[in-house]
């Protein structure tokens, strides 16, 4: 079955503080994989996909075909990166499936 | 280009109403999703369209729920009767191609009393 499991409804961390939200992938074929943000009051927007292997605000994102894994990383989060964070599957036939999101606090 | 357009940003209705959500694509878009937000089950598809044409409905969660596209530029979702349980936060968004970033619209906020 195609899915994508984000295991955190909600993740709490310190600014400053690295910070990383889990996200799993199920899907047999070779997979796209991206991550949405949908910062207070913003429309959801990309942030990252894996095939640019790029760091936009610092998050960076490796796919890890072993674990299935597609994890979110950032060294040192900053207040600003509250939000909420999707991880997407693009599952061909012009399909995304979306996982449940996590939602990410950062305290002062 | 203003991005992909809903309205109404905000709905309030009473069980048992029509509720019609409406949606208007980037241009040049030939990918349109529709989508449905709720704490407990995050980001669902309910359908999408590829040329105006309906390609998958399997997450239309019942037969009170229907999308059309009637042209490249306008899509509507319609919820007849809706029920309290509908009451969520509806994207639509859409693609040039699919594998392509989807761009979201602002949503529109459905509350059945």
């Known amino acids: 079955a195609q899915r994508v499991t984000q295991p955190e409804k909600l993740l709490s961390v310190f600014k400053g503080a690295p910070v990383e939200l889990k996200c799993n992938y199920s899907?047999?074929?070779?997979?796209?994989l991206f991550w949405y943000v949908q910062y207070s009051r913003q429309r959801l927007q990309l942030l990252l996909r894996?095939?640019s292997r790029e760091s936009i605000k610092g998050f960076t994102a490796d796919l890890n075909k072993g674990e299935t894994s597609f994890h979110l990383k950032k060294p040192f989060a900053q207040e600003e990166d509250s939000a909420m964070y999707y991880c997407?599957?693009?599952?061909?036939?012009?399909?995304?499936?979306f996982g449940a999101g996590t939602r990410l606090f950062v305290k002062a | 280009d203003a991005g992909v357009i809903q309205s109404p940003r905000h709905e309030v209705t009473e069980m048992g109403q029509e509720v019609t959500l409406r949606c208007k694509p980037i241009?040049?878009?030939?990918?349109l999703f529709w989508y449905r937000q709720t704490m407990m089950r995050g980001l669902e598809l309910l359908i999408y369209f590829n040329n105006n044409v309906p390609i998958d409905d399997s997450g239309m969660p019942e037969d009170r729920f229907s999308a059309k596209m009637p042209n490249a530029s306008f899509s509507t979702l319609k919820i007849q009767p809706s029920e309290p349980r509908d009451s969520a936060v509806y994207f639509c968004a859409s693609s040039l191609r699919g594998p392509d970033t989807q761009y979201f619209g602002p949503g529109t906020r459905l509350t059945v009393l």
């Open positions: 894996h095939i």
């Open positions: 241009s040049g878009h030939n990918s």
């Open positions: 997407a599957l693009y599952t061909g036939g012009f399909k995304t499936i």
């Open positions: 899907y047999s074929g070779s997979p796209e």
